[in-house]
C-alpha cells in the first residue's frame, strides 16, 4: 500500500474493537442505571421525610408519610384537629422498577411531632431493579439518615 488509505483488514480489525467495546460499554450502563433510580428513589423519599419534619414543626402539628408496599408509593399526611389523618395529595411514586420492600414504623408511617421528634419512627427498606437495596432509617429524635 502507498500509505493513502486503510486496507480492509485494518478496517474490519477496527470495527471489531469497536463493537466489542461498544457491548461491554451497555451491560456497563445497565448497572448504572440500575443504582441511579435506587439512588434518585432514596433521596426522594429521605427528602419528603425531612420536609414532613419540617412542616410538623412549622405548623405545630404531626406531619408524616404512609408507605405503600403493594404499590410501591408512599403518601404525605398530616393530622386534623380532630386527631384523624389525612391526605396532603396524592400518593407519590417511586421512579423505575423501584420498591417499597417493607417500613417498620408503626401502621406504615413515619410521622413527626411538633417539636420534630418521630411519633412513629423505623426502617424502610427501599429495593432496585437489580435487588440491591438500601435502607432509610428515622430514629425516635427525628433524624433521617441511609444505610447500606
Do not use: K
Not at 480492509?8 to 461491554?24: D, K, N, P, Y
Request: charged share 25%; net charge positive; aromatic share 6%.
Amino acid at each position: 500500500m502507498d500509505g493513502r488509505g486503510v486496507t480492509l483488514v485494518e478496517l474490519v480489525a477496527a470495527m471489531s474493537v469497536a463493537a466489542a467495546l461498544a457491548g461491554v460499554a451497555v451491560f456497563e450502563f445497565r448497572d448504572l442505571q440500575a443504582e441511579w433510580h435506587l439512588s434518585g428513589a432514596v433521596r426522594q423519599v429521605v427528602l419528603d421525610l425531612r420536609m414532613a419534619r419540617i412542616a410538623a414543626i412549622a405548623e405545630a402539628r404531626t406531619h408524616g408519610l404512609r408507605f405503600d408496599t403493594a404499590a410501591a408509593a408512599y403518601t404525605p399526611e398530616s393530622q386534623d384537629d380532630d386527631g384523624a389523618f389525612t391526605a396532603n395529595g396524592l400518593p407519590r411514586r417511586l421512579p423505575g422498577a423501584v420498591r417499597i420492600v417493607e417500613c417498620t414504623a408503626r401502621g406504615g408511617a413515619v410521622r413527626f411531632r411538633p417539636l420534630g421528634n418521630a411519633a412513629s419512627f423505623g426502617t424502610i427498606t427501599i429495593e432496585g431493579p437489580d435487588t440491591s437495596s438500601r435502607r432509610i432509617v428515622v430514629d425516635m429524635a427525628g433524624r433521617v439518615r441511609v444505610a447500606r
